[in-house]
């Protein structure tokens, strides 16, 4: 018995679309298993309410079979994803799943996994189909570890770059900073000093001075070499030189006092010093040196020996005090007169030395006299001895010291000489005269 024409002909359509299905199947998964990117085709696993709580394998192609390191093809069916894959619960990848299988919103975007197996970057597309979802993959790792690697890269040439800039600013900073010192040095060493010259390693006179020449009246010519030795005084040529020799051979810093010839033909004391300047090998390059007229620095400092020694000298109290009457110094003489100890000087009030019967007249006439006008105060009162309280009638100078440039008080200055001789023979001849008119008024 035969079929009906049309049963047939339905039988042969269904066949040829059979075949066609099977074709196009074997189509696919000749395409699955030869894609570079990983497939696999999951089926969700539901809870009672119905929510998606895991996937559950149905296949997948080698490249994700090595991915995954699970079984290939259909052998892996069965396998649910976050039993697989623990560490996936609960991480935004999971996220994206459940969402694609409970919305059947497609998914695509590059994300990290870290765990389990897992430290890579993946491109996935996450689709559903029907009531399954199917992933398509590929692990980009590589490309983003590259690109990690050139944005360090880049990262650190910045860096470099404004690490090199830093650098170069630094240095501009440096180069300022010593350009400014060398101003300072020069502005320095034009305001305190007269000369300034340069020598070779070996302390010969090569380059011009003009401050030297300006001052000695020396040539070019007389200076260089050790021409400049003709313009010290001939009897302290000879330790100049000798001086200058043994600092150039033991290369140490050279300095010495000489009387150096002005141009006026007049002879001033000058300091000289010299230090030798080094080469990156240590080797001396060159020397560097100055000399200083100080004659009357000299003068003034002798004219202040000479005085000090003179108030050392004096039997008279001599002191000096701060603003506020604190003793800085008071002579030998003087702290012998009060029985000061050299110790107690620096803590003494100027005032405590002064007898109690008499501090009220220093508090309102000597001060006022002293700190205002006329600026001192001359008379007679009496010192108090520190350790046996006796009365010590002094004439008393004191006043108002100032300083020479701004007229500013400085401190006090006190003189006193001892009166005690005086005021016994002023008494006893008080004395003597009462007893004359006694004398007389009984005759």
Excluded: C
Excluded at 47 to 75: C, K, M, S, T
Excluded at 248 to 255: H, I, N, Q
Aim: proline share 4%.
């Amino acid at each position: 018995m035969t079929d009906p024409p049309s049963l047939a002909a339905a039988r042969a359509r269904i066949a040829a679309l059979e075949a066609r299905l099977a074709e196009e199947s074997e189509l696919l998964r000749a395409s699955q298993e030869t894609s570079p990117h990983g497939f696999s085709y999951h089926r969700p696993v539901r809870d009672a309410a119905g929510a998606v709580v895991d996937l559950e394998y149905r296949y997948q192609n080698a490249v994700a079979a090595r991915i995954n390191r699970l079984p290939v093809g259909h052998e892996v069916a069965g396998v649910q994803m976050l039993v697989a894959f623990p560490s996936l619960r609960g991480s935004s990848l999971w996220e994206h799943y459940r969402r694609v299988a409970e919305t059947g919103e497609p998914w695509r975007g590059e994300i990290p996994y870290k765990g389990d197996h897992f430290d890579d970057w993946f491109r996935i597309t996450a689709t559903r189909l029907g009531d399954a979802v199917a992933l398509t993959f590929e692990a980009v790792t590589d490309r983003h570890r590259a690109e990690a690697a050139r944005a360090e890269l880049l990262s650190r040439e910045s860096l470099a770059r404004a690490e090199a800039e830093a650098a170069r600013e630094h240095m501009r900073v440096l180069l300022r900073q010593v350009r400014q010192q060398e101003e300072r040095y020069r502005s320095l060493i034009q305001a305190t000093t007269q000369m300034v010259w340069t020598t070779t390693a070996d302390g010969r006179v090569e380059a011009d001075s003009e401050s030297w020449r300006e001052f000695t009246g020396q040539t070019l010519e007389q200076f260089q070499g050790r021409g400049w030795a003709d313009a010290v005084h001939p009897e302290d040529r000879a330790r100049a030189e000798a001086v200058w020799r043994a600092a150039v051979e033991g290369r140490r810093p050279y300095a010495v006092e000489y009387r150096l010839r002005r141009r006026d033909g007049a002879y001033r004391l000058t300091v000289a010093r010299a230090v030798p300047l080094l080469g990156e090998d240590g080797a001396v390059r060159e020397w560097v040196g100055t000399n200083t007229d100080v004659t009357e620095q000299r003068r003034d400092e002798l004219d202040r020996a000479r005085l000090a020694r003179l108030v050392e000298e004096s039997t008279d109290f001599v002191g000096l005090a701060d603003r506020e009457g604190r003793a800085i110094y008071i002579n030998e003489a003087g702290a012998r007169l009060v029985g000061l100890t050299a110790a107690a000087v620096p803590h003494q009030r100027i005032v405590d030395l002064v007898h109690e019967a008499d501090r009220s007249l220093v508090e309102n006439t000597v001060l006022p006299a002293v700190f205002g006008a006329p600026g001192r105060w001359t008379g007679e009162l009496r010192f108090r001895h520190q350790a046996s309280g006796e009365p010590i009638w002094v004439s008393w100078s004191v006043f108002l010291v100032r300083d020479p440039s701004s007229d500013a008080a400085l401190g006090i200055g006190t003189i006193a000489r001892d009166r005690r001789a005086q005021k016994a023979a002023e008494a006893e001849r008080e004395e003597r005269k009462a007893i004359l008119d006694l004398l007389i008024a009984q005759s």
